[in-house]
């Protein structure tokens, strides 16, 4: 089982049980950012919205290997099923809105993986690691409509 490291723990982009967030929108990048150094993926499990106000209430984000998936309904006799990526990993990071002060807070956090995380090497593959500045965004665009 791979374990964050424990020297590690007391590092900023390390989530803690309590830390609070302006809106989802920075618990997102966070946990991605988080998701980055420690060498996985990262996923949004759920979020609640509230009926009355339209503002959500609590939300999850979670390791892409949480969970199972479900039964295949179809044939039983499908030439190539697609292989199993989910381990049933409990990584997440829960937070709920403070109606009080209008923020988010973390109040459920694991951090245990029960599976392989990234090397280092290959931090740069994973596609919530994908990013690219607007000076190469636009670089992009440039040269396509050039016809490069």
Same mark, same amino acid.
């Given at each position: 089982m791979a374990e964050?490291?424990?020297?590690?723990?007391?590092?900023?982009?390390?989530?803690? %049980?309590?830390?609070?967030f302006r809106n989802l929108d920075d618990a997102r990048s966070f946990w991605v950012d988080y998701g980055g150094h420690a060498g996985f993926e990262v996923r949004k499990r759920y979020t609640n919205i509230s009926k009355f106000v339209g503002k959500p209430t609590s939300c999850r984000y979670v390791c892409p290997k949480e969970g199972r998936r479900t039964e295949?309904?179809?044939d039983n006799g499908i030439k190539n099923p697609r292989a199993e990526t989910r381990t049933g990993c409990q990584v997440r990071m829960g937070l709920t809105l403070d109606r009080v002060e209008g923020n988010y807070k973390v109040i459920?956090?694991? =951090?245990?993986?029960?599976?392989?995380?990234?090397?280092p090497e290959t931090f740069h593959?994973? =596609?919530?690691?994908?990013?690219?500045?607007?000076?190469? %965004?636009?670089?992009?665009?440039? %040269?396509e409509d050039s016809g490069v």
């Amino acid at each position: 089982m791979a374990e964050p490291n424990k020297e590690n723990m007391n590092l900023v982009w390390v989530p803690r %049980a309590g830390q609070t967030f302006r809106n989802l929108d920075d618990a997102r990048s966070f946990w991605v950012d988080y998701g980055g150094h420690a060498g996985f993926e990262v996923r949004k499990r759920y979020t609640n919205i509230s009926k009355f106000v339209g503002k959500p209430t609590s939300c999850r984000y979670v390791c892409p290997k949480e969970g199972r998936r479900t039964e295949d309904k179809r044939d039983n006799g499908i030439k190539n099923p697609r292989a199993e990526t989910r381990t049933g990993c409990q990584v997440r990071m829960g937070l709920t809105l403070d109606r009080v002060e209008g923020n988010y807070k973390v109040i459920d956090l694991v =951090l245990e993986h029960n599976h392989v995380l990234y090397l280092p090497e290959t931090f740069h593959l994973m =596609l919530s690691q994908r990013k690219i500045s607007e000076l190469q %965004a636009f670089e992009i665009e440039a %040269a396509e409509d050039s016809g490069v």
